[in-house]
Structure formats: C-alpha cells, structure tokens
C-alpha cells in the first residue's frame, strides 16, 4: 500500500491526517495496516476475498451490534455516509483501532468468550440477516470434485477429507437452533487486555446457522491445549455459555460433531488454497487439524460431556 493512496482515501473521512502506518502480520483474507493520522490510531483494512455484497451485509450486521454495545471494532463512517472506499478492485473500510493482545488461553479467557458467544446468539432479531455460512457441506462436496484437477495434490488428505465428509453428511442438520453467528471465534480474532475480553473482531464470515457451529468453532479456538482437548477447559465454555443462553439435549448430544465439523470446515478452507499454491503453514496447520479431528471422533459423546 502506498503513502499516496492511503492520503487519498483519507480524504473521504474526517478522522485527520495520515502521519504513518504499519502494516499488521495477522489475516489470510485481508491485509491490515495500523494508521496513525493527527486525531489517532485506526485499522485501515483492505479487503481481498470478500465481495461488495459481503462487505454490505458485515456492516448491516454491525449496525445493529452497536445497538446492543456489542464490543467490537466498528467501521468508521466517510463524510457522505458510507462506510466502504473502492480502491481499484479491491474495497477499503476503516475501523475503531482498538489496543490489546490476543488472550492466553485459560478458564478466565474461556468464560469471557462463552458468554460473549452466547450474547451474539441470542440476537432476537436475526432472521432479517439470513445468509449462508461460507463452511457449508455443499462447498465441501465441491472441491472434493476439484481434487482429480488440483494443481498440487495430496493423495492421503484428499482420501481424508472424502471419508470425514461423507461421515459428517450423516449427522450435521437443521433441526437445531438457528442465529446469527461470528463463525470464525478465535483467539486471533479476539483482542484482550490481560484476561479481560475487550473486542471480537474480523466479522467477514458473519451468517445464519446452526448455534451449536459457533460453540464448535469457539471450543476449538480456546479449549484445545497442545491440540488436545482440554475437559476443564471445555466444562467453563459450556457452563458459561449456559448461563446467558442454555444449550438444548439435542445441540449437547450434536456438540461433538460439531467440534468435528467445524475443524473440518477450517480444513476445507486451508485446502482449496493449498490446492492452487504450496504454502507450508498452511499444509501443517491442515494436518494438525485432521489429526484433531480424527481424535475427537475417537470420543463418545457421553465421554465429551460427562
């Protein structure tokens, strides 16, 4: 990014003028700068993969968090009201820049994240935001149809990942309790101040779907240890959780799947680009969740939550 365009796009808002930026290392999807003009410090963010329509439904979604003060980075607004900046093919938003780490992982960290999972849950109105998770099982049928064609295979993953779609077909369904999820809570999309939650961020995957995918996807990014999941760990998430919106027999019965599925779908994703272009973090990140994944297929459920 040059000095000159972002200067340019400055122009657009009133929030000063740019005195430097820094470009930050996290993110697949997006490049991120931290920029620091005259009236302070704010996330400038080139999206890459999203869609303009994409990009319109986070910021209705948004919106209608910052009714609830839901804490999160809000987009900031240009001075004709809108919020996205078209840079050539990609689009520019600038948020709150809001300071902090990301968390250890630990009983404190993972109650904050279960009751702050369980608030964005419990949107009542969430059926005007309706839209399809991007980790989907037609998706995962897709590329499975892509692997004869891949630019670089992986025979013993690609067998992996035919065999533990099929099996996840069986069990993952919609007779479950639908809302608005994050869909992607991770520790590096959560911005903390010691153990205390400050922001969950990055709601490019912001959708509709089953409830119990968002504790899946959470109980994977903060109650797994050394790739192993942590009882304990999992036991303050769900009792937590619990106490701001209480998981049904149904979605407690379906929760190891969906810790499976949910690993699964991050799978999917880090293998449609190692498919296009070898990258060596993402090939190890994708065995280390195909390894996580077989092992808790290897627990009953009774074991999971007993």
Same mark, same amino acid.
């Given at each position: 990014?040059?000095?000159?365009?972002?200067?340019?796009?400055?122009?657009?808002?009133?929030?000063?003028?740019?005195?430097?930026?820094?470009?930050?290392?996290?993110?697949?999807?997006?490049?991120?700068?931290?920029?620091?003009?005259?009236?302070?410090?704010?996330?400038?963010? *080139?999206?890459?993969?999203?869609?303009?329509?994409?990009?319109?439904?986070?910021?209705?979604?948004?919106?209608?968090?910052?009714?609830?003060?839901?804490?999160?980075?809000?987009?900031?607004?240009?001075?004709?009201?809108?919020?996205?900046?078209?840079?050539?093919?990609?689009?520019?938003?600038?948020?709150?820049?809001?300071?902090?780490?990301?968390?250890?992982?630990?009983?404190?960290?993972?109650?904050? *994240?279960?009751?702050?999972?369980?608030?964005?849950?419990?949107?009542?109105?969430?059926?005007?935001?309706?839209?399809?998770?991007?980790?989907?099982?037609?998706?995962?049928?897709?590329?499975?149809?892509?692997?004869?064609?891949?630019?670089?295979?992986?025979?013993?993953?690609?067998?992996?990942?035919?065999?533990?779609?099929?099996?996840?077909?069986?069990? #993952?369904?919609?007779?479950?309790?639908?809302?608005?999820?994050?869909?992607?809570?991770?520790?590096?999309?959560?911005?903390?101040?010691?153990?205390?939650?400050?922001?969950? #961020?990055?709601?490019?995957?912001?959708?509709?779907?089953?409830?119990?995918?968002?504790?899946?996807?959470?109980?994977?990014?903060?109650?797994? *240890?050394?790739?192993?999941?942590?009882?304990?760990?999992?036991?303050?998430?769900?009792?937590?959780?619990?106490? #701001?919106?209480?998981?049904?027999?149904?979605?407690?019965?379906?929760?190891?799947?969906?810790?499976?599925?949910?690993?699964?779908?991050?799978? /999917?994703?880090?293998?449609?680009?190692?498919?296009?272009?070898?990258?060596?973090?993402?090939?190890?990140?994708?065995?280390?969740?195909?390894?996580? #994944?077989?092992?808790?297929?290897?627990? /009953?459920?009774?074991?999971?939550?007993?």
């Amino acid at each position: 990014m040059k000095f000159e365009n972002i200067k340019r796009i400055l122009e657009y808002y009133d929030i000063g003028d740019v005195i430097k930026y820094q470009k930050m290392l996290h993110g697949f999807a997006n490049r991120n700068y931290k920029l620091t003009t005259s009236k302070g410090s704010y996330l400038f963010r *080139i999206n890459v993969q999203q869609d303009l329509s994409s990009i319109n439904y986070e910021m209705r979604v948004l919106r209608e968090l910052k009714q609830i003060d839901f804490p999160t980075a809000y987009p900031i607004i240009r001075r004709d009201g809108k919020y996205i900046t078209e840079l050539e093919v990609e689009n520019v938003i600038i948020y709150d820049f809001i300071e902090g780490e990301i968390p250890r992982i630990n009983a404190k960290t993972v109650k904050e *994240i279960a009751t702050v999972s369980a608030r964005l849950n419990s949107l009542p109105n969430w059926k005007k935001f309706e839209k399809k998770n991007t980790i989907n099982l037609d998706d995962c049928f897709d590329l499975i149809k892509k692997f004869d064609s891949a630019k670089y295979k992986y025979p013993k993953i690609f067998e992996y990942f035919i065999e533990q779609t099929e099996f996840l077909e069986k069990y #993952v369904q919609n007779s479950v309790p639908y809302g608005l999820i994050h869909a992607d809570i991770f520790p590096d999309n959560t911005i903390f101040n010691s153990d205390n939650l400050v922001a969950v #961020v990055d709601f490019e995957d912001v959708c509709t779907d089953a409830l119990i995918f968002e504790v899946g996807m959470a109980i994977n990014g903060f109650c797994f *240890i050394n790739n192993q999941l942590n009882d304990k760990l999992l036991k303050v998430f769900i009792s937590n959780y619990n106490e #701001v919106r209480r998981l049904s027999k149904m979605e407690l019965e379906l929760l190891p799947i969906y810790i499976q599925w949910t690993a699964h779908g991050m799978v /999917s994703w880090h293998l449609q680009r190692l498919m296009e272009c070898k990258h060596d973090s993402q090939l190890a990140r994708t065995i280390e969740l195909m390894e996580r #994944v077989k092992g808790i297929r290897e627990i /009953s459920k009774w074991e999971l939550l007993k």
